[in-house]
């Protein structure tokens, strides 16, 4: 095995656990931790996809600016008890729970049979996630959604300040 | 490929058993005396009145709101100052457009006074 | 790229609702504006934009480096949303100051959700597709929760929010497996590798991810369940906007990604857009039926004229394009104007919004009630009105495309709906007036606004070929 397979068997499993774990504690303090484990595992996958420059994002704006946004949003709702967040068991959850599995089942299945006719497309070289080709990409081909991302931006800062500003004058 | 970030690995591996090792060691070396006092909350001295966990204003939520927005923006430039050689004068028009759009989002902010903390 | 001025004339209406756009957003900066100016201004702008879009009809060139698809299509469509967005603002104006609740920033979300939805149908790039569905979106979840000292606007926003940030996951998932089979984002591309893909299941399953996505943004069975709850919670002239301009904008995106990609062959695709059409005809009329507050049984005929309009895109033809576009702009303008009205009768606290409060309206408002009684047969597809024609089109290339089964229910079902839109017009016709019922002023604005809507639906429906062939002059 290479290096690349150990680290992506070791990284994904760890990342499918921390997942498990943020669904299924009772604090959502906890959760929030584990979301941060769940973060750097995902952070270490781009890296054996040679997307470095992407997996530095991750951690600085997912595990760092967002996590920070989760947390006071916590502290915002202030839950007095957690034990009393458990939800009954319906037939209806079944149901979905259910059928969430069938899906799963066949997005794996479809993964593993799928053929990949078009794996020549992708480059293999360790430089296609650096930084400079990155912004190459995305300041010459991408500029427009770049151009976009700027209205996007400023439009969720409008809609921030309506909603949660505290005094409207 | 991956093998060039060894000395990163490395040096997570090793920041992870430094703090594993040293609480651990100092959880099995350290002196214990155990009474209901210590195992009360600190605080300050005086006797804890309630709850550590009050409800946050959302005056909080705000401000890490719009750090994250400009935190994005900010994501945007590193690739720009990394290339701007490369993409000349073209380069600075572009993100020129793209600050000044929020740039005015700013002005939107701080006019409505969602930087006052009151 | 090489940005060319040929690129950005040829964009000009985005750029005018851009600019609008900060322009709104700088005035609602400096204290003491009147929400006024910033409405008249949008208003200003988005007409412009609509001018503009209108002007250039033509065949589509490739913009900005292939990410634009500009040129007629979009143009049809960047018309219809900068009209649908200048009338919700003439109807939110009296409405915001009936509920106490008149920001002028409300008109800088609409204006970016407008331009959210151009962008959508002006998309070349799956990339451009999810960041237009975003700027639209993102929008229109603070705007459904604009009275935020109300539960409901408060529920619908987050109902809205959650479900969305949900379909969004299956659209980016979608667009993940595409690029993966494919190795591109560029809808052109793809088309190009279509023969190669057609069979391949990572292409499919993409495909039907995106799919779940747009039925989502449409309000399809079984993707449908958040519409009552959010039209129902809304600002009704919101409710109207995004009942109109966001369920055409997904419509614009799955006739670039499904008609442009897929071609009208026979697959699997296309067949499960036949079945999501059937089920949420039969759904939507279904349920409406049962429905007394007038909100709630719009966003079900929503459900089922998202599933009509399906039909059309079930055919996969030619034909079938034409009537889902034709379709989508009388469609804009019947529920616009019956929002608008609903909307100008509606009172403080969500009340006069059931059936039985419309009693006698002939009598209070004979204009008003005319102009309903207008929207309501066109919705429900009455003959000399546009609403029959974009029903007729549909049903007429699902026919011509072997898919008679689908034709028989859709006709069954608008039957079914013709039930619940006269008991409407018998309420406002038949009955008396409630002794309880309080007189509300109209202004003039909102009355001429309706009128006009109401005259275009008859217009349209008279003459069926002047958007027919703007149609086929924006397709070929």
Redesign the interface.
């Given at each position: 095995m290479t290096?690349?397979s150990v680290?992506f068997y070791v990284l994904s499993s760890i990342g499918i656990a921390s997942a498990v774990l943020v669904v299924t504690r009772r604090n959502p303090i906890i959760s929030a931790l584990w979301l941060i484990v769940n973060f750097f595992c995902l952070a270490g996958l781009y890296?054996?996809l040679?997307a470095q420059?992407i997996a530095v994002?991750q951690i600085?704006?997912y595990a760092?600016?967002?996590m920070?946004?989760f947390v006071?949003?916590i502290?915002?709702l202030?839950f007095?008890d957690e034990h009393t967040l458990f939800e009954r068991v319906t037939w209806k959850k079944n149901v979905a729970a259910g059928l969430g599995l069938a899906v799963m089942m066949e997005?794996i299945y479809?993964?593993m049979?799928?053929?990949?006719?078009?794996a020549h497309?992708?480059s293999r070289s360790?430089y296609i996630g650096t930084?400079?080709n990155?912004?190459?990409q995305?300041?010459?081909?991408?500029?427009?959604?770049?151009?976009?991302?700027?209205?996007?931006?400023?439009?969720?800062?409008?809609?921030?300040?309506?909603?949660?500003?505290?005094k409207?004058? | 490929m991956l093998e060039n970030y060894t000395p990163i690995f490395l040096m997570i591996g090793v920041a992870m058993a430094f703090g594993i090792v040293m609480s651990k060691v100092n959880e099995i070396l350290g002196p214990k005396r155990r009474n209901s006092d210590k195992y009360s909350t600190y605080e300050s001295g005086m006797e804890p009145l309630r709850s550590t966990r009050e409800r946050f204003s959302i005056k909080y939520y705000m401000v890490a709101m719009l750090f994250i927005v400009f935190d994005i923006e900010i994501v945007f430039m590193y690739p720009w100052a990394v290339t701007y050689k490369h993409l000349g004068f073209s380069g600075f028009i572009v993100m020129a457009s793209f600050i000044f759009v929020l740039l005015l989002g700013y002005y939107f902010v701080w006019k409505k006074g969602a930087l006052e903390w009151d | 790229m090489d940005v060319y001025i040929s690129d950005i004339l040829l964009n000009a209406p985005f750029e005018i609702v851009v600019l609008t756009a900060l322009i709104v957003l700088v005035l609602e900066s400096t204290r003491g504006t009147r929400p006024n100016i910033s409405s008249w201004t949008s208003i200003g702008g988005l007409s412009l934009a609509a001018v503009a879009a209108l002007t250039n009809l033509g065949a589509s060139v490739e913009t900005f480096g292939g990410m634009l698809q500009s040129g007629g299509f979009a143009n049809y469509y960047g018309a219809l949303f900068c009209i649908s967005a200048v009338m919700t603002i003439l109807f939110s104006r009296n409405y915001f100051e009936r509920q106490n609740y008149h920001r002028g920033e409300a008109y800088i979300l609409l204006l970016f959700a407008t331009l959210g939805m151009m962008v959508i149908a002006a998309s070349n790039d799956l990339i451009m597709i999810f960041l237009g569905i975003e700027l639209m979106s993102i929008c229109l979840y603070v705007l459904a929760g604009l009275f935020r000292h109300r539960d409901r606007s408060n529920e619908a926003s987050l109902k809205y929010f959650l479900l969305g940030a949900f379909a969004t996951g299956f659209l980016l998932y979608g667009i993940a497996l595409i690029y993966g089979s494919t190795g591109t984002t560029n809808i052109a591309s793809i088309r190009t590798a279509f023969p190669h893909v057609s069979h391949d299941l990572l292409f499919l399953t993409g495909s039907g991810l995106l799919l779940a996505g747009f039925a989502f943004k449409i309000a399809a069975v079984p993707f449908h369940m958040w519409a009552p709850d959010v039209y129902e919670g809304s600002p009704t002239p919101i409710s109207g906007f995004m009942s109109t301009g966001a369920k055409a904008a997904a419509f614009a995106a799955l006739i670039a990604v499904f008609s442009r990609v897929f071609g009208p062959s026979e697959n699997a695709v296309h067949q499960i857009i036949a079945l999501i059409a059937a089920a949420s005809m039969i759904a939507g009329n279904v349920v409406a039926l049962a429905q007394s507050n007038l909100k709630r049984l719009l966003a079900y005929s929503s459900i089922a004229h998202a599933g009509y309009m399906l039909v059309g895109l079930a055919a996969g033809t030619a034909d079938g394009q034409i009537g889902v576009m034709y379709y989508l702009a009388v469609y804009a303008l019947m529920n616009l104007g019956a929002f608008g009205i609903i909307g100008a009768l509606e009172t403080e606290n969500d009340q006069n919004l059931q059936m039985d409060d419309y009693a006698g309206l002939s009598e209070r408002e004979p204009v008003l009630a005319a102009c309903m009684a207008v929207f309501l047969f066109g919705l429900a597809g009455f003959p000399p009105l546009a609403g029959f024609f974009g029903k007729y089109y549909v049903f007429l290339a699902a026919v011509k495309a072997r898919l008679l089964w689908l034709a028989v229910i859709g006709v069954l079902a608008s039957l079914m709906s013709a039930y619940y839109y006269l008991r409407i017009i018998v309420f406002m016709y038949f009955e008396k007036t409630k002794a309880e019922s309080v007189p509300i002023s109209v202004p003039m604005s909102v009355r001429w606004t309706v009128i006009f809507c109401a005259v275009l639906v008859l217009l349209f429906g008279l003459f069926p070929s002047v958007i027919v062939q703007t149609v086929l002059r924006v397709l070929f």
């Open positions: 290096l690349e680290m890296l054996t040679h420059f994002i600085l704006v760092g600016a967002i920070v946004l006071f949003v502290m915002l202030n007095r997005m479809i993964i049979t799928a053929a990949y006719p078009s497309y992708f360790g930084i400079e990155l912004g190459v995305l300041f010459t081909k991408f500029l427009l959604p770049f151009e976009v991302t700027s209205l996007l931006l400023t439009a969720a800062i409008v809609g921030a300040i309506l909603l949660a500003k505290k409207m004058d | - | -």
